[in-house]
């Protein structure tokens, strides 16, 4: 079955970093779009970022652009989210998932436990 664990969330002052990973197991994963979603506290799941399974084409959502990177490494099945220059408004539940390379929804309903990242002074 599908097996997606993120790991590398914590507390963080704002403007420092994290590097978040997800490792992927149970589908061929270099064939994959794979993007990043957060929860924010009360609020609802959001797309943060994609990028395509070769690695060559990435998306990011305007409230983080030029602070994120989203990176993979087909060889380990593990997608990454280099955080940069967080703001308190970055707090949330950070969850991978792979999506559709076309429509870019989120494929099969199973999400995993995600990983929190709190950004607090």
């Known amino acids: 079955q599908v097996q997606l664990v993120e790991s590398g969330g914590g507390l963080v002052q704002p403007g420092g970093s994290l590097r978040l990973s997800c490792a992927a197991s149970g589908f061929t994963f270099s064939s994959y779009t794979m993007a990043w979603y957060r929860r924010p506290p009360g609020k609802e799941r959001e797309l943060v970022a994609w990028?395509?399974?070769?690695?060559?084409?990435?998306y990011y959502a305007d409230s983080v652009e030029g602070r994120f990177t989203v990176s993979r490494d087909n060889a380990k099945n593990t997608v990454y989210l280099q955080m940069n220059s967080l703001k308190p408004e970055d707090t949330a539940v950070y969850y991978c998932?792979?999506?559709?390379?076309?429509?870019?929804?989120?494929?099969?309903?199973?999400w995993g436990q995600g990983t929190q990242v709190t950004v607090s002074s």
């Open positions: 990028i395509r399974s070769s690695g060559g084409n990435t």
């Open positions: 998932k792979r999506v559709h390379a076309q429509l870019l929804v989120p494929l099969g309903d199973y």
